[in-house]
C-alpha cells in the first residue's frame, strides 16, 4: 500500500505523478509526507511533555494533547485526504488554448 497511497493524507500516487506542478509521488512520501518525520515529530512531543511540559509552545501543546487523548483524535492533526502541494493544480488547470483559468478572471 505504501507505493501506491500515501500513508499521511491518503492521496494516491496517480494525483501526484500526473501533476504538472509537483515532483512526483516519491518526492511526496519522502519529503512533504514522510512517515519518519510523523514518526519523530509524535517521540519528540511526548517526550517533552514528559520531561519539560513547561517548555512546550502552544502548538506542541495542542499536538501533546491530540496524541495523549488516543487514535480516534489524530484526525486533528493528520492531513487526511488533503496535501497543499496539490492545491495550486486545481487553480491553474490550463484551458484548451493554452490560458489558466485565473488569467481569464483577471481580463
Given at each position: 500500500e505504501v507505493t501506491i497511497m500515501c500513508v499521511i493524507c491518503r492521496k494516491g500516487h496517480h494525483a501526484f505523478d500526473q501533476?504538472?506542478?509537483?515532483?512526483?509521488?516519491?518526492h511526496h512520501i519522502t519529503v512533504e509526507h514522510s512517515i519518519w518525520a510523523y514518526v519523530y515529530l509524535k517521540y519528540h512531543i511526548l517526550a517533552k511533555a514528559n520531561y519539560s511540559p513547561e517548555t512546550l509552545s502552544n502548538v506542541e501543546?495542542?499536538?501533546?494533547k491530540v496524541l495523549l487523548e488516543g487514535d480516534s483524535k489524530l484526525w486533528r492533526i493528520i492531513p487526511l485526504h488533503e496535501t497543499m502541494h496539490l492545491k495550486d493544480d486545481s487553480k491553474n488547470k490550463s484551458n484548451d488554448d493554452g490560458?489558466?483559468?485565473?488569467?481569464e478572471e483577471e481580463e
Amino acid at each position: 500500500e505504501v507505493t501506491i497511497m500515501c500513508v499521511i493524507c491518503r492521496k494516491g500516487h496517480h494525483a501526484f505523478d500526473q501533476s504538472r506542478n509537483h515532483k512526483g509521488f516519491i518526492h511526496h512520501i519522502t519529503v512533504e509526507h514522510s512517515i519518519w518525520a510523523y514518526v519523530y515529530l509524535k517521540y519528540h512531543i511526548l517526550a517533552k511533555a514528559n520531561y519539560s511540559p513547561e517548555t512546550l509552545s502552544n502548538v506542541e501543546l495542542f499536538v501533546a494533547k491530540v496524541l495523549l487523548e488516543g487514535d480516534s483524535k489524530l484526525w486533528r492533526i493528520i492531513p487526511l485526504h488533503e496535501t497543499m502541494h496539490l492545491k495550486d493544480d486545481s487553480k491553474n488547470k490550463s484551458n484548451d488554448d493554452g490560458s489558466s483559468s485565473s488569467d481569464e478572471e483577471e481580463e
